[in-house]
C-alpha cells in the first residue's frame, strides 16, 4: 500500500514520465563552424544546453550535377550537461554567481573541412576551434511568472501527500468498511487541504471541485481486500481535478520560452595546412563575438532579436603568400542584427550584417629608412535567410540562402546555398532538476 502511495507521489512530482528535453535544440552556429567558412552566418544564435551538438554541411549539387555527400562538420561539447547535478528549478534559471554560468555555459567546438582551397586551387585541409559561453540577465516579471509557477505546484504536491498520506492510514487502519465509509470519512481532508492551499479560488469554486472529486469517486469499484486498484483511480481522480498535467506542461512551456536578455561571448581560430603535413600549419584568422539576445514576451515570445559584434584578424604574410592574386585586409569589424522567430515545429532567421576592413599598405621609406605605410579601408555588406525544421527536439535541418561577404577567393562568388543537419546529444530533462528543491 505505502508503495502505491510512493510511486502516486513521485509520478506526480515528475514534469512526465518520458525524458522531455527542457532545452530544444537550436539551428547550428558554433564559432568554429564559422570561422572555417562552413555556415555563413556571422550572427551566433545563443547555444542551447547540449552537452554534444554535431552538424553536417553540404552545398548540395557537386561539380557533375550529383548530390553531394557532405565530408565538412562540426562538433560543439558542452562540459557541464554531461553530468547530472540535481539543479533546484532556482539554481537552473538564476545562478546565484556570474562563475556559475560562465562554467555551466561554457562550450568548446571543432570543425573541419578537407576542402580549403588555396589561391591556386589546391584543395587543403582545414581545422577551427572555438569558444564560447553565454550570459542570462532574468528580469522581475519573468522571476514572479516562475514563483507563480511554483507556488501552484508546491501547493498541488501539498493537496495529494497530504490527502495521499489519510488515505493510507484509513485503509491500513481498518478504519473503512466500505467505499461510502471511505469517502465519508476522507471528505474532511480534502475539503481542508484544498481550502487551505488554493486560496486562489472562491469558494464556489472549491466547492464545485471538492464535490466533482466526491462524485467521481464514489463512482469506483472498491475491495476492501484489495484496495490499491480503488486508491489508484482515487489519485488519478485527484490529479486530473487539480489539473496537474496542464500545469507542468504549461510551467515546461514557459521555461523552453523564458523572456529576457541574454549575451553570447565566442572566439574561434582557424588552423589550415596547406601542404596536408600535420607538422606544417598556419593560422590565418581569428575572430571574436559578442552577441547580445532579446527574447519578447507575451504574444510575441516566438520572437527573438539578435547583435552582434565581430572583429577578425588575419595572418596577411599567409594570404599574401597562398593567395597571391587576391586582397587580403588585416582585420574586419562586422556589426549587425537578425531576426529569429521560433515556432513549434520551425524556426526563420534572417540577417543583415555591415562589415568595415582595414589594413596597412607599404608605401616605401622616409629620408632615415623607416618604412612608411597607407591604411587602406573598404566596406561590405551580407544578408542571409535560414529555414530550420526540427525533425525532433534533437534534430535540426536547416537551409541557407543569401548574399555572403566578398570571399577572398573568387571575390564574385557571393551566393549561398547550403543545407545542414545538426544533431544533439544530452540535453537537460526533467530529471536532470530537482523540482522539489
Known sequence: M????????????????????????QAPTSPAASILGLQPSAVLSPKSYQALETALYSNLIGENGNAVIPNDFALEFTPYWTKNHSLSLDEYLYPKRLVDQFIRNSSLSIASTQNFLLGDSTATNGLAFGYRTTFYFGNKKDRKEIEKYKSS?????????????????????????DKHEFLEKIKSTIVMTINQNMSDLDAKQINTLIDEIITEASMLSFDVNDPDPFL?????????????????????????????????IAYANFLNFPSSNFNFSYLPRQSFWLTPTYRFKDGLNF?????????????????????????TYENNFDYGLAISTQFKKFSI????????????????????????FRRDKTTGFQYLGSF??????????SYSLGNRFEPILNPNNTLVSLLSLNFGFGTPTENTLNLGK
Do not use: H
Open 2 to 25: 505505502k508503495y502505491r502511495l510512493t510511486l502516486f507521489l513521485l509520478v506526480f512530482c515528475s514534469i512526465s514520465n518520458a525524458q522531455e528535453k527542457l532545452n530544444k535544440l
Open 153 to 177: 505546484l508546491q501547493s498541488n504536491q501539498k493537496i495529494t501527500s497530504l490527502i495521499g498520506s489519510k488515505s493510507e492510514e484509513l485503509i491500513n487502519n481498518n478504519k473503512v468498511a
Open 232 to 264: 489508484g483511480s482515487f489519485y488519478n481522480i485527484i490529479d486530473d481535478k487539480l489539473k496537474s498535467e496542464l500545469l507542468f506542461n504549461s510551467f515546461k512551456t514557459y521555461i523552453k520560452n523564458r523572456q529576457g536578455w541574454s549575451v553570447d
Open 303 to 327: 520572437l527573438k532579436i539578435m547583435g552582434v559584434i565581430r572583429y577578425e584578424w588575419y595572418n596577411v604574410d599567409y594570404f599574401k603568400k597562398y593567395f597571391v592574386d587576391s586582397k
Open 349 to 372: 532567421k534572417f540577417e543583415m550584417v555591415g562589415r568595415k576592413s582595414e589594413t596597412e599598405i607599404p608605401v616605401g621609406t622616409d629620408t632615415d629608412g623607416n618604412e612608411l
Open 388 to 397: 530550420n525544421y526540427n525533425l525532433s527536439d534533437q534534430i535540426i535541418l
